[in-house]
């Protein structure tokens, strides 16, 4: 199976915190989620978690690479730029990731969300969402118990999946 790319800094095992959450559904497909998840203002509508989407620059109405963003999520304020975004093709994995961060000083949070998004066989698909994070916000929530993020992107992902069930019926 495909694997998230990390950039250099945000490789798991050398953050402050990280998070892994996937799911693997039959009867659904790689393009039937992609819409989903690569318009960042849907995500509201099903996953309860994030808030207040939008996007910088004129005319900008989904992610691409390079497209900057902003959304609320598990109480931060996040600025985000997209960083990877290559759609699913034939025997391809769509891949979406982005760089995010929230405060300054010691309040400040990094985190490098991605994810993976494979056709499998059997008429099945992967969705593989992981995080990392940097800065003092990061040890807290590694320590939190239940595990917030992994609550949360759990939540996501079964959000995502229920909406892409429903929209393709």
Not at 30 to 49: C, E, G, I, M, R
Not at 81 to 87: D, K, L, S
Not at 122 to 142: D, M, S, W
Not at 153 to 162: E, I, P, R, S
Request: aromatic share 12%.
């Amino acid at each position: 199976m495909n694997a998230i790319i990390w950039p250099q800094g945000f490789v798991p095992g050398f953050t402050d915190n990280f998070a892994s959450n996937e799911v693997i559904v039959a009867g659904l497909a790689a393009a039937q989620v992609w819409p989903l998840l690569s318009q960042a203002k849907a995500w509201p509508s099903y996953y309860a978690n994030s808030a207040n989407v939008r996007y910088h620059g004129q005319g900008v109405e989904a992610l691409a690479d390079g497209v900057r963003f902003y959304f609320e999520t598990f109480g931060f304020p996040v600025e985000a730029q997209c960083n990877e975004f290559v759609p699913p093709m034939a025997g391809e994995p769509g891949r979406i990731a982005w760089h995010g961060w929230a405060g300054e000083g010691d309040s400040r949070l990094d985190v490098h969300h991605a994810w993976l998004i494979e056709d499998l066989d059997g008429g099945r698909v992967r969705i593989l969402t992981q995080e990392t994070q940097n800065g003092k916000p990061a040890e807290a929530l590694a320590q939190a118990r239940p595990n917030p993020m992994i609550n949360g992107h759990q939540d996501w992902l079964d959000g995502l999946v229920k909406a892409a069930c429903e929209a393709s019926r």
